[in-house]
């Protein structure tokens, strides 16, 4: 059991097991994707930013696993897609991350900051460029983020691009710089 929720009582234990078994099972949910079943649950009241011991919201998790439905779902009941987990990582940051284009824009049509950066600075263009995914460089730039946005090292999508070796978003980025 987690230490956060033992009690002195056993009835007290009990409930703060049952507690944790039932926010593991909501977690679980929004990995899985079961839409249906988080919108049921939406409705009689489950906190649509219940968030666990990571800081990851249900968002993030169901956005995460690409599961677009269960993404609607959490929106439609004011799930926040700014809400960053502990690492300061945003819901955008982890579909730039995955290269799944339909989810970010889903994100961004619902409120995600194109250039909510994580703590390091890193933003969904440089987690794009950084792992070669020219579909999602055109589209996030043609909504606003900046390629000359620097991390928290000074590096600029163009650097982190060259850096990991993505040749595809390095020329994409640099045929941008030159305008």
Same mark, same amino acid.
């Given at each position: 059991?987690?230490?956060?929720?033992?009690?002195?009582?056993?009835?007290?234990?009990?409930?703060?097991?049952?507690?944790?078994?039932?926010?593991?099972?909501?977690?679980?949910?929004?990995?899985?994707?079961?839409?249906?079943?988080?919108?049921?649950?939406?409705?009689?009241?489950?906190?649509?930013?219940?968030?666990?011991?990571?800081?990851?919201?249900?968002?993030?998790?169901?956005?995460?696993?690409?599961?677009? =439905?269960?993404?609607?779902? #959490?929106? @439609? *009941?004011? &799930?926040? $897609?700014?809400? /960053?987990?502990?690492? %300061?990582? +945003? !819901?955008?940051?982890?579909?730039?991350?995955?290269?799944?284009?339909?989810?970010?824009?889903?994100?961004?049509?619902?409120?995600?900051?194109?250039?909510?950066?994580?703590?390091?600075?890193?933003?969904?263009?440089?987690?794009?460029?950084?792992?070669?995914?020219? =579909?999602?460089?055109?589209? #996030?730039? @043609? *909504?606003? &983020?900046? $390629?000359?946005? /620097?991390?928290?090292? %000074?590096? +600029? !999508?163009?650097?982190?691009?060259?850096?990991?070796?993505?040749?595809?978003?390095?020329?994409?980025?640099?045929?941008?710089?030159?305008?």
């Amino acid at each position: 059991m987690d230490e956060r929720f033992t009690s002195a009582s056993s009835t007290d234990a009990r409930l703060d097991d049952d507690t944790l078994n039932f926010a593991h099972e909501m977690f679980e949910l929004a990995r899985g994707g079961d839409a249906a079943r988080l919108g049921t649950l939406l409705a009689q009241g489950l906190p649509p930013n219940l968030r666990n011991h990571k800081g990851d919201s249900l968002l993030m998790l169901a956005s995460y696993h690409g599961h677009i =439905e269960a993404v609607r779902v #959490l929106l @439609a *009941h004011k &799930a926040d $897609p700014e809400l /960053r987990n502990n690492n %300061g990582q +945003t !819901p955008i940051a982890g579909a730039a991350f995955k290269g799944d284009l339909p989810m970010i824009q889903l994100l961004l049509a619902n409120g995600a900051d194109v250039e909510g950066a994580s703590p390091d600075g890193k933003t969904a263009l440089m987690m794009a460029a950084m792992f070669n995914r020219t =579909e999602l460089v055109d589209f #996030l730039i @043609a *909504h606003g &983020a900046r $390629p000359d946005a /620097r991390d928290a090292s %000074g590096l +600029t !999508p163009l650097a982190a691009a060259k850096r990991m070796g993505a040749p595809d978003t390095l020329a994409q980025l640099e045929k941008i710089s030159d305008l």
